[in-house]
């Protein structure tokens, strides 16, 4: 079983920037591939980033060249860098680890972008 906790939101404005982290639990955190999702209000949960067991990353075109997702092994850790952020950015954001049948939600942390 592994657990996830996320942290880093918080309300910035427009242009600005925040850290997502989310700390897991458990053990062989290695093995497992990472995503950030994000849910605004009346919308469908989106995927933004992930990054796989062996470090590759990918983004949703709404976010590239503005959010970096990396990961630290050693502290268990996924987090997600977001610069340049938008009004549209608003929305609660999850961390997601899987790895074959496992699959395991954070339980989220919100993001408002407002002036």
């Known amino acids: 079983q592994v657990q996830l906790v996320e942290s880093g939101g918080g309300l910035v404005q427009p242009g600005g920037s925040l850290r997502l982290s989310c700390a897991a639990s458990?053990?062989?955190?290695?093995?497992?591939?990472g995503n950030w999702y994000r849910q605004a209000p009346g919308k469908q949960r989106e995927l933004v980033a992930g990054i796989t067991n062996d470090g590759r990353a990918s983004y949703a075109d709404s976010v590239k060249g503005r959010f970096t997702i990396s990961r630290d092994n050693a502290k268990n850790t996924v987090y997600l860098q977001m610069d340049g952020l938008k009004p549209e950015d608003t929305a609660a954001y999850y961390c997601?680890?899987?790895?074959?049948?496992?699959?395991?939600w954070g339980q989220g942390t919100q993001v408002t972008v407002s002036s």
């Open positions: 458990g053990t062989a955190f290695s093995v497992y591939n």
């Open positions: 997601n680890v899987h790895f074959g049948e496992y699959d395991y």
